[in-house]
């Protein structure tokens, strides 16, 4: 991969950075020169600010809840307390369950709505009015899902709140517009991470007698035309195109990245 340095001097937040998407996204805007602000409720996230020093970029690891309005404010205080400024939010933590209907709990419903479309909003919120504070424009890039295009079974919460998603990040793009933010949403298809590895063996369970890997293989030979599960790197690239002046005049759009699977 060609060494861009689009972002040389910028300040992204992400949240959910601490595996899967956002760590691959949190790597690629450190070789690109960001200053990142990687934020997640599990330990590894300090590990992967510690991969980010190894790159020669700077980070800040902060442990934030995106549920809890006054921790999520604190995350993007402590952002511009470091660094000065917020450039870029991407709104990245996100959670699923898989459950029948019959099994679904009230619990698993609001804990997925909660944390996938109440968290992109307070993010959005406290990002927002911290650019229109600094007055020079910014980004915000919300991570939606192939769920927002096409519900898949046993997952109504989790479509529900991705579809959230395209709306939080429409609204917002009409708000938004005149303070030179741009707001955009990406939804990833079958990506190899942890969340896939729980997918591939839950959905497996309900839908058949799958063994572990067999049901992924069987969707991407059947469904998507590239032939291959995508990479936390391929979904880094759209993101960080989003993130740069090349994406000026884009705003309020959602892009699928997903080797064909959803297309429109």
């Known amino acids: 991969m060609e060494q861009l340095n689009r972002f040389t ?102 804990r997925v709505m909660t944390v996938n479309t109440k968290g992109v909003f307070l993010c959005c919120q406290a990002a927002a009015k911290q650019m229109i504070k600094q007055g020079t424009g910014g980004r915000l890039i919300n991570t939606a899902s192939g769920q927002a295009r096409d519900g898949f079974i046993y997952t109504p919460h989790y479509a529900a709140s991705k579809m959230g998603v395209v709306g939080i990040t429409q609204s917002l793009a009409k708000e938004l517009a005149p303070h030179k933010i741009t707001v955009n949403a990406f939804c990833p298809g079958i990506i190899d991470t942890p969340m896939w590895e729980y997918n591939d063996r839950v959905w497996g369970a309900l839908l058949g007698n799958y063994q572990p890997g067999e049901l992924m293989a069987e969707w991407v030979d059947r469904n998507i035309p590239m032939q291959r599960v995508g990479t936390p790197e391929d979904v880094a690239g759209l993101v960080t195109f989003l993130a740069s002046e090349d994406a000026a005049y884009i705003t309020g759009q959602t892009i699928n990245v997903d080797g064909g699977l959803i297309m429109s």
Not at 10 to 24: C, D, E, H, Y
Not at 47 to 53: G, L, P, R, S, T
Not at 61 to 83: I, M, N, W
């Open 9 to 110: 001097d910028k300040v992204v937040v992400i949240t959910g950075a601490g595996r899967g998407i956002g760590r691959g996204i949190a790597l690629r805007f450190a070789r690109e020169g960001a200053h990142v602000v990687a934020s997640d409720v599990i330990p590894e996230i300090d590990d992967v600010a510690q991969e980010i020093w190894e790159l020669g970029a700077e980070a800040v690891a902060v442990h934030c809840d995106v549920t809890d309005k006054s921790a999520v404010e604190a995350l993007y205080a402590q952002a511009v307390a470091r660094f000065g400024k917020i450039d870029i939010s991407l709104q990245n933590a996100g959670v699923i369950t898989i459950a029948t209907v019959e099994a679904m709990t009230e619990a698993e419903w609001d």
